[in-house]
C-alpha cells in the first residue's frame, strides 16, 4: 500500500511585545436557585402579558420564588429534567414595538452542570405564524439541545441544503443564545448527530444570529469514500460571541446572572449586557458586553412594527434547570427609581465612600418616577433593604399630585432592616413621581465601621426597578480626620525610596498612624503637631501597585477612616521564555484530516511584574507553512491552539489564545503557558486529507498585549 509521511520540520517562533498591542441533585440544584432568586415581577395570569402555556411539547412552567428577601417573584422554569424543550412567549398585549426604543432585563439560572451541560437558554423575537407555538419543528422526536429551542435541527445525514436546515428553526426570528453546551463534533461523528454547530471555535458562549437565514449555517461535509456517497452536517455562523477562555463554566455555574437588552430602533442594534448586577445584592458591575444588528425585515415582513418576544430553552441527557426571572415587560411601562441619602446633621448629602458620625442623622429619599408607557405603573410593591447600623424614626410616602394625601408607614413593619410596602397610588402622566422617605439615626459606633451597599427594589407585574445605596463609613465620635499631603498616587522608578506625609486632626495629644503595605502592618508612627512622615525604603515597595493603607488611632483606641496611597512601582510584561524553534511530530498522512502532536519540550513562559490584578492576553499568528524541497507546496492546514472547550485557528492574523489576571502572591507573577499543556492540548497543527507529503516550515509569532480581548 502507499503510504504518505509528512514531517513538519523546524519553527522559527518569533517574539513581539507592546504596550498597544502589548437526580437528587436536579432538585437540589432547583431547591437552590429558587432559595436565591433575585427579585421579579409577578407572571399574573388574569392580566398576562407573558405566558408559559405555549406548546403541548414545552415542559415550562412557573414556580415560586423561595427566597424571603424578594417577594413576589415568579420564576419560569422552561427546562427541569432530560431532553426537554420550553418556551415562555409575549402575548398580544405584551408584544415588542420596533418602532420605539426598548430595554428587556431578566435573570437567568442556567443550572449547576458546567462544561456538561448540553443545551442552554434564548432570547428570541419572532413573528413565526405559529404565534406562541414556535418551535424547532422536523419530526415528533425530542427538540435537539443544541437548537437551544430556536435554531434549525441537524439531524438529517442527507440533508445538503442550510435553506432546508434553515426551514426547521423558528421563522422570521433573531436569537441571543447563552449556550452552555459545547457542540463540537466534527467529521464522521458529527453527521446526523445534531451537535455541531459549534465548530472548533466555541466552548459554552453567548452569541446572536438569525435562525431562519440560511447564510447562518456553514455546510461541512464527510466523504465516505465509497462511490462518492457523502454525508452532511452544519456549523453555525456566531456573532457578537461573549466566552470565557480560562472559566468554560461562566454560564451554567450555579448562578443567577442578570441580562439587560436595549433596542435602538434608529440603529436598528441590540445591546446586551451579561453579568452586569450581582446576583447576592443586587449591586451594579461592569458585566461584558456587545451588541448586534437586527434588521427589521427579517422579523416582520408584513411590516407592523412588532414581533414577538421571549425566552426558550432545552437540556440534554443530564437534567438542565434553565430559569428566567423578568424584570419588566418591554413598553408597557417605562419607568426607574434613584436614590438620594442627605446628611442632616452635617447638612450635605451622602455619597458612595462618604462618612458620618455616631449619632448622626440620615434621611434616605427613594424615588420612583414614570417616564412613559402603555399602561400606568400600578400595584407597586416597594421593598426596601436599608442600610445596616441605622435605626428608622419615620417612614412616608408622597405623590408628585399634591391632591393625594400622604401615605403613612409604620416603623414596626421594619424587621430586620427590611421593609415591604405597597404604594397606595398608581404612577402615571398625571401622577409621575413617588417618594418614598425614611428619616433615621446612626448607631454609634467604637471604631470606623464600613456600612455595605444594599439594594431596594420596586416590583409589579409590569416593571421591576432597582437602587443601590451608597457605601459609607461610620466614624466613632472623636470624628479623626486623616490626610495625605505627599503624591497620591503615586509613581516610582524601580529601585526608589520614598516618604508619605501627612495630617490628622484634630491634633490631640498620643495620637499615631498605623500604616498596613501590601496586607504586612509595619511599626506605628507617631504623630506630632498634627503631622507624620512614613518613610519607605526600596526593599519594601514590591515591583507594580503597592497599597498603603493609614489609620489614625488615639489614645483611647477611636480611629479614623481609612485612606489608601497608591505607590505604582514601575515593572514590565514581557516574554520570561520561548522556545527559539521547535518541531512537531513526523506523522504519516492518512487521507483523513488530523492534529499532529508537539515534539520535543516547547517553553513558553510569561513574566509579569507590574503589579496584582493587571490583565494581559496572549496572542499567535502564523505563517502559512511551505515545504522545503522543489514543489514549494503549501500545507493544507494550519496550527490551532487546542484547550479542552475549544479549537482556536492559528491564522495570519493574530488571534487571542490565552489571558491572564496577574497575583503577585503566585510565582511572583509568572506563568509557565506552555508547562499547563498536555499531549492532546496546547499548540498542535491541524492537517487536512488534501495536504501532500513532504517537510513543511512556518513561522508561529507570539505577542502579548496589556489587555483582555
Known sequence: MFKRWLSAGWLLLAICLGSAPIVARADSDLDHALATAPQGIVLDKTNAFVTTETTKKSSATVMDGKNEATPGTDVAALTSGTHQFGSLWSLDAGSFSLYHDQTISAWLYLGDQGVKSAGGVAFVLQNDWRGIGAMPVKSKDAIPAETVGVWGIDNDRHQSQPKALAETAIQNSWALEFDTGYNGDWGKSAVGQAN??????????????????????????????LLNHKHYYFNMVHHGVIEDVNHPDFLANGQWHHVTLKWDYRAETLSYAFDDRNPITGERQPGRHDEARVFPFMLDPHKTGEVRWGFTATSGSQAENNLVILENVPGLVSANADLTATNLSQARELTTNGQVLGGDRLQLDYQLKYVDGRQPW??????????????????????????????????RDVKDHRLSVRLREAL???????????????????????????????????????VDSPKYFINPHADLDLKVTSDNPAKLAAGTATTVTGTVSPALTGLRVKPVLNGQALPDVPVKDGQFTLPLTAKQLQGGTNNLVLRAVTAMGDESAPVTVTLAVAGELKFSTVSPQENFQATRLTGQSQLVKRAGQWQLAVRDTRGTGERWTLTAAATPFIAKDAHGAQLVGQPVYVTDYQRIPILTTPTAVYSHVTDDSVADGEVDVAGGWRDDTGVLLHVQSASLSGQYQGTITWALTDAPQ
Not at 416597594?382 to 408628585?400: K, R
Not at 398625571?430 to 456600612?451: E, H, K, M
Open 428 to 466: 402615571n402622566t398625571a401622577n409621575r413621581q413617588a417618594t418614598v422617605r425614611v428619616v433615621g439615626q446612626v448607631d454609634t459606633v467604637t471604631a470606623c465601621t464600613p456600612v455595605a451597599p444594599v439594594t431596594s427594589t420596586f416590583t409589579s407585574t409590569t416593571q421591576t426597578c432597582a
Open 378 to 411: 400600578q400595584n407597586i410593591l416597594a421593598n426596601l433593604a436599608l442600610p445596616t447600623a441605622f435605626t428608622p424614626e419615620a417612614i412616608t410616602i408622597t405623590y408628585q399630585d399634591a391632591h393625594l394625601p400622604p401615605q403613612t408607614v409604620s416603623v
Open 196 to 225: 455541531a454547530f459549534d465548530g472548533a471555535e466555541h466552548g459554552p458562549h453567548i452569541g446572536n444570529n438569525f435562525p431562519a437565514d440560511p447564510r447562518t449555517y456553514t455546510q461541512r461535509v464527510f466523504d465516505k469514500g
